[in-house]
């Protein structure tokens, strides 16, 4: 079992619409979380860290569930320009930076 | 500097060559991350500094990788021989400390011919 895991799509949504991302980890020691989007031949860059309470920027929602190991990302009224590939990221009890291979998203008009 | 800063950008070499990748982090930062990237993969880690030293080398693939980080701060990530299969995005990435946001350079695209 990967130590990071997320379904890497694509996701195909219609503009508008509400669209949610899981990620699950292995290690229940596992201390920070964050969610990163890399656009096509791009660096990742962060895009929202992901707290026990759950976090709102936006259009966008991270909550975490430890008791379940997942993190989650929530999309709301998606545009054109959210199409890219979210990469889900855990920092382990180490402080080593564990990656999820990425979920493609591609909004379409 | 206000960013993590790679060099080349872009570099092409033929098989057999060595190649050496630059990363200058920002001023300050104390971990410092390389990963590559093959196209339309997910990162694949290679090795981790904490100040100089490198607590984690276990993504090297091969011997013909090295890394040495000085004076805390600017890395260089050498490859010897190198091989059709190391095309790929070199990405660095920094943090000041373990366990924050680390932020990306745009990384060093290489392509051996």
């Known amino acids: 079992r990967k130590e990071v895991e997320q379904d890497p799509g694509p996701f195909n949504v219609p503009e508008g619409a509400t669209v949610a991302f899981n990620c699950t980890y292995s290690?229940?020691?596992?201390?920070?979380f964050f969610w990163y989007r890399q656009d096509c031949r791009k660096e990742p860059k962060l895009l929202m860290s992901?707290?026990?309470?759950?976090n709102e920027d936006g259009r966008f929602t991270a909550q975490l569930n430890r008791a379940s190991q997942y993190i989650s990302l929530l999309i709301r009224d998606s545009k054109l320009s959210d199409s890219a590939t979210y990469l889900c990221?855990?920092?382990?009890?180490?402080?080593?930076?564990?990656w999820g291979a990425g979920t493609k998203l591609i909004i379409k008009p | 500097g206000a960013g993590v800063s790679q060099s080349p950008s872009n570099k092409v070499t033929e098989k057999g060559k060595d190649v050496e990748l630059r990363c200058d982090p920002i001023?300050?930062?104390?971990?410092l991350y390389w990963y590559r990237q093959s196209l339309g993969q997910g990162l694949e880690f290679l090795i981790y500094?904490?100040?100089?030293?490198?607590?984690?080398k276990s993504g090297l693939p091969s011997d013909r990788f090295s890394a040495e980080r000085t004076g805390g701060s600017v890395s260089t990530l050498t490859i010897q021989r190198t091989q059709q299969e190391d095309s790929a995005v070199y990405l660095c990435a920094s943090s000041s400390s373990t366990g924050l946001v680390y932020t990306f350079g745009s990384g060093t695209r290489l392509t051996v011919v």
């Open positions: 992901v707290y026990s309470s759950g």
């Open positions: 500094f904490q100040g100089n030293s490198a607590p984690d």
């Open positions: 990221v855990v920092i382990d009890s180490n402080y080593q930076l564990i």
């Open positions: 001023s300050g930062h104390t971990a």
């Open positions: 290690n229940s020691a596992s201390q920070s």
